[in-house]
């Protein structure tokens, strides 16, 4: 059975960071998509950054770039958002999740579309304070 279980979640005030967590398990293919996902109270969920598993490369939404990094460790199977300079935007549930390797090999945006992706986790919750 596949699961996701994503950790790392809490309360920082602006300016701050924090770790995200995704333990995988049961993925048997050679390589996934892999992404991180936001929603926010009252609007829609969005991508945040993802990765291609197979060969590291990343993306990021506008948003993000130069604050957020995405990474893997293959040998925990565990997906990680290292999140720095936080915003009181950047408040919402955040999500893992795993797909077909194609949105990453496509590139531009397709990695951070959330139709792309049929795995996923339960989520962690952040929020930043001002």
């Known amino acids: 059975q596949v699961q996701l279980v994503e950790s790392g979640g809490g309360s920082v005030q602006a300016g701050g960071s924090l770790r995200l967590s995704c333990a995988a398990s049961?993925?048997?293919?050679?390589?996934?998509?892999m992404g991180w996902f936001r929603q926010a109270p009252g609007k829609e969920r969005e991508g945040v950054a993802a990765?291609?598993?197979?060969?590291?490369?990343?993306y990021y939404a506008d948003s993000v770039k130069g604050r957020f990094t995405i990474s893997q460790d293959n040998a925990k199977n565990t997906l990680y958002l290292q999140m720095n300079s936080l915003k009181p935007e950047d408040t919402a549930m955040y999500y893992c999740?795993?797909?077909?390797?194609?949105?990453?090999?496509?590139?531009?945006?397709?990695?951070?579309?959330?139709?792309?992706?049929?795995?996923w986790g339960q989520g962690t919750q952040v929020t930043v304070s001002s």
């Open positions: 999740a795993a797909g077909d390797p194609g949105p990453c090999a496509y590139g531009g945006t397709w990695p951070l579309k959330v139709r792309e992706y049929n795995i």
């Open positions: 049961g993925l048997t293919g050679n390589s996934y998509c």
């Open positions: 990765i291609y598993t197979g060969s590291g490369t990343t």
